[in-house]
T-cell receptor, first 112, second 114 residues
Framework: KNQVEQSPQSLIILEGKNCTLQCNYTVSPFSNLRWYKQDTGRGPVSLTIMTFSENTKSNGRYTATLDADTKQSSLHITASQLSDSASYICVVSAGGSYIPTFGRGTSLIVHP | EAGVTQSPTHLIKTRGQQATLRCSPISGHTSVYWYQQALGLGLQFLLWYDEGEERNRGNFPPRFSGRQFPNYSSELNVNALELEDSALYLC?????????????FGPGTRLTVT
C-alpha cells in the first residue's frame, strides 16, 4: 500500500530560525514528489516538484531534497518569516496511473 | 491571469441529499482534479478529468461522480450524502496529462452534511 509519512506533525519556531520537515514514502513506481504549502482555509500552493533524478531543488527560502534510494525527502526553510506559518504537505505520485498519495502535513507556526 | 475558481464557497446539506460542486480551471488548462480534505486527514485524490474524459479515480464509492464540460470546467456530484462526506473539496487544474505538470489549486468548497 502506498503511504507518505511526514514528521514532525507540528513545529513551533521563532522568526528568523531555520527548520527542516521530513517526508518518508513507500510509493511504487515512483514518478515525482511535490511539496505544497497550505495556508488555513486556502488551497495548497506548489513549492517544488522533484523527479527521480533530482536530488535538490530550491524555491527562494525553500529547499527540497530527495533521496530516492532511502525514499526520503526533506523541506528546509531558511530564515523563517511569520508568513511561513502554514501546513506543509508532501505528495508522492506513482508512475503510469497518476494516483497521488498525500502526507497529512506538518503544521508550522512561526512566532515573532 | 485568473486562478482556479470554485463555487459555492460553503454548502450545507442534510444526510441523503445530493451536492453539486463546480470548478473553473485556469485558462488553457485541460486537466481538472478533485480532492477531498476531511478534518484532521490528508488530502485524498477523488477524480481526474482531461479533455472531457475521466482519466482516473481514487478509492471512493460510485456516489462520488463528476464530469468535465467542453470549456474544461468541471462539476463534482456527491449523491446520498453521508455525515462523513463533510470536508473541504479542492479542485486543481494543470496544463495536461503529464504527471510533472504543476497543479494549481482553487480555494475549495466547504461541504457540511448534517
Amino acid at each position: 500500500k502506498n503511504q507518505v509519512e511526514q514528521s514532525p506533525q507540528s513545529l513551533i519556531i521563532l522568526e528568523g530560525k531555520n527548520c527542516t520537515l521530513q517526508c518518508n514514502y513507500t510509493v511504487s513506481p515512483f514518478s515525482n514528489l511535490r511539496w505544497y504549502k497550505q495556508d488555513t482555509g486556502r488551497g495548497p500552493v506548489s513549492l517544488t516538484i522533484m523527479t527521480f533524478s533530482e536530488n535538490t531543488k530550491s524555491n527562494g527560502r525553500y529547499t527540497a531534497t530527495l533521496d530516492a534510494d532511502t525514499k526520503q525527502s526533506s523541506l528546509h526553510i531558511t530564515a523563517s518569516q511569520l508568513s511561513d506559518s502554514a501546513s506543509y504537505i508532501c505528495v508522492v505520485s506513482a508512475g503510469g496511473s497518476y494516483i497521488p498519495t498525500f502526507g497529512r502535513g506538518t503544521s508550522l507556526i512561526v512566532h515573532p | 491571469e485568473a486562478g482556479v475558481t470554485q463555487s459555492p464557497t460553503h454548502l450545507i446539506k442534510t444526510r441523503g441529499q445530493q451536492a453539486t460542486l463546480r470548478c473553473s480551471p485556469i485558462s488553457g488548462h485541460t486537466s481538472v482534479y478533485w480532492y477531498q480534505q476531511a478534518l484532521g486527514l490528508g488530502l485524498q485524490f477523488l477524480l481526474w478529468y482531461d479533455e472531457g474524459e475521466e482519466r482516473n479515480r481514487g478509492n471512493f464509492p460510485p456516489r462520488f461522480s463528476g464530469r468535465q464540460f467542453p470549456n474544461y470546467s468541471s462539476e463534482l456530484n456527491v449523491n446520498a450524502l453521508e455525515l462523513e462526506d463533510s470536508a473541504l473539496y479542492l479542485c486543481a487544474s494543470s496544463l495536461g496529462l503529464a504527471e510533472s505538470y504543476e497543479q494549481y489549486f482553487g480555494p475549495g468548497t466547504r461541504l457540511t452534511v448534517t
